[in-house]
């Protein structure tokens, strides 16, 4: 609505909204999108050297005749923006003072020193429009009448006001509440669930077992409060939890986004259920995280550090920016009706990477295939220990009642361990503590998997510490 206060803003706004609309009906074609992406490369550079005080310093060299000859190619050569420049520069970094955004947040601090995001209109229209166009089709899959739970982490995230948005632009209500908060808790938001019959849920994974264990408790069956979707941000989310969720809840779960607070929006669902690319907002490479030399697409896709560059001149635009997380980009759908975006699959963080055995596993592929065997859990943690130099595997599992799982499963996850990592692999039953709630506000790792070969690290003691906090209120 504070775009009609603004005939420049409600006329950008139109625009986002019918380009948006156009690509997602099929209606850009390659070469106009390759254009569209290159001339903004060359206004967000210039808009960075311009105003950011970082930017004018790494990339002040660029004058009119270098931008005019910009190439993907000659883009590729210009150096990194890195997550120890955004904590080292912290204000510098941005292009517009916070005044002239509209509100302010900042990333959580828990791994690292907290670093300002502020968003300002053309932030908030560019992004959530995405949003709004592709979850619609999910919505719409979902029935009518929706009232929608919001669940994000703090006042200074940007969860509620993004997610508030979009559902107001196609037509829901919402109540946002935080679980975690000790004004709310899970006690309240499980009765105002009831109270207003909410059909959807925006939220971490985490936080859905969660829920789904307090309603357990409190003597309520999960499956019939009416829920018919939840849609999955800020930890990863493969599709074996996905199914393990929904199962329990009796409603499909999506993965609904990838995002960070630095980087914005950088995957949406569609309503395949698939996390696609926005190519109108954002350039996407993906390098080897070692080299930082773009990885060739192999067998229909690309794998590695996914770095990525904003399309759109707000508060702090960056420029290929290192996100630290592993992905795969699978190639535009084929074919008429296909969807024009490239598939976007996380696959957790480059320092995620364990070794087990000798080989290097990503989180994706360690709870892929943990949960694709796990039908019925309602949590699990990972135990890793060292015996007589192999490295084996404990999977600790919460199920509803301490009911075993179904038969043959513990020898399937175990024969599949043995297969993949060469890790021998027990099965314990449990009740999980906090820490495994940590995953959005620290890491998957911290939050999921116990290393005992070697003593706990940083984010581990964070997870640990706040698993502490959350249990004692």
Known sequence: MFTIFDDRLDAFARRTLDDHRRFDSGGWQQEELEARQLAALRDTLRYVTEHSPFYRERLGGLDGTALAGLTFDTFAELPFTTKDDLRGRLMDMLSKPVHEGWVFYETTGTTGRATPCPRDNVDSIVNNTALTVCYDHVFRAHGDNHVIGVMGPNELHSTGDTFGDVCRNLGAAHAKMWPHSPVVGFARALEVIRQISVTGVFCTPNVAMSMAKEAVAAGLEPRELGIRFFMFTGELATPGLLRNIGDVWGATAYNCLYASQEASILGAVHGDGRLRTVPLNVHYEVVDPETGRAVPRRDGHRQGELVITHLYQGSKPLVRYRTGDLVRLYAPDAGPGGYPSEVLLPLGRVRDL??????????????????????????????????????????????????????GTVEELTAAARESWGCPLTVAYTTLGGVTTTGAMVSWKAARVHDRRQAPDAERQVALAMAGQRQGR
Not at 371 to 385: E, F, H, K, N, T
């Open 354 to 407: 364990i070794d087990l055995n000798g080989r290097k596993v990503t989180a994706y592929e360690l709870e892929s295939l943990i949960l694709s065997r796990l039908s019925g859990a309602m949590d699990y943690q990972l135990v890793i220990d060292r015996v007589d130099g192999t490295d084996v595997l404990t999977v600790e599992v919460e199920t509803r009642g301490g009911a075993p799982l179904a038969p």
